[in-house]
């Protein structure tokens, strides 16, 4: 099916921040729950910050950090690869950042003021990563993104955990149920939480209508290539759609660097 830039509600500046916070609250728990998922892809993340000497991943329209813990975790169990994560966002939810770095001592930070994806200030240095958060993006705007981390010579990844296929609709619509099944096991426990998931189940409805949204506007992987088309001919670009058994709907990848590492 062709990709519809269709709107989701998190990203509406009127979208209550109680909301908000309980459908990234709780994709971020479900994104914790299997290292499956992400196997093939930390694989391949490591490879890439290695031959660049990265060791720290500048994660790029954070919202509550999703799936970087994980991604942190892995590349050290799985890969031996110690790294560090700093979060930035255009909109930072210093609250959320502030949970996931007491969470992680040591090992992921944040900054405070809006980051712009499209324009990064070259004092931020690391890996660049977009964790489900670059179907947000119109073309010309995602373009951007990878423009500038080609024009500052910095690595690029780009993973996306859902995609426009029927199965990957149906698990994210799912959130109807998946949501009130979940609440109980999220920290810290919020009586917010509670009541617009069980008493007016606002949180559930948000996250299914949001979910079904991502699907649609997700890139494939010929979009995706049709996207650095032309960006960085000196750069090595690794564009596929992942599948394992512990993710079985299919994981979108773009990995980008420099070929030369010296020249980053």
Known sequence: MPRLQLFELE??????????????DFLAYVWSLSDDRYSEFVKRLKGAM??????QLLDMASGSAGPVPKLLEMLETQEGYKATA????LYPEISAFEKVKAANPG??????????ATAVPATFKGFRIMCNSFHHLPPEMARKVLAD?????????????????????AMTAAALINVPLT???????????????YLMPLIPIAAAFDGVVSCLRTYS?????????????DYVWEIERLTNPGNPFGMMMLIGRPANASQA
Do not use: C, N, S
């Open 11 to 24: 990203d509406q500046p009127w979208f209550p921040k109680v909301l908000r916070r309980g459908v990234t």
């Open 50 to 55: 290695a031959a660049m000497g990265e060791t």
């Open 86 to 89: 700093l979060l930035t966002d």
């Open 107 to 116: 090992r992921i930070d944040y900054v405070t003021t809006p980051v712009d």
């Open 149 to 169: 981390a080609v024009a500052q010579r910095r690595g690029i990844a780009i993973m996306e955990l859902v995609e426009r296929r029927g199965p990957a609709i």
């Open 183 to 197: 609440t109980p096991f999220i920290r810290p426990v919020r009586a917010d939480r509670l009541a617009l998931t």
């Open 221 to 233: 992987v010929e979009e995706m290539r049709e996207l650095t088309h032309g960006l960085g001919d």
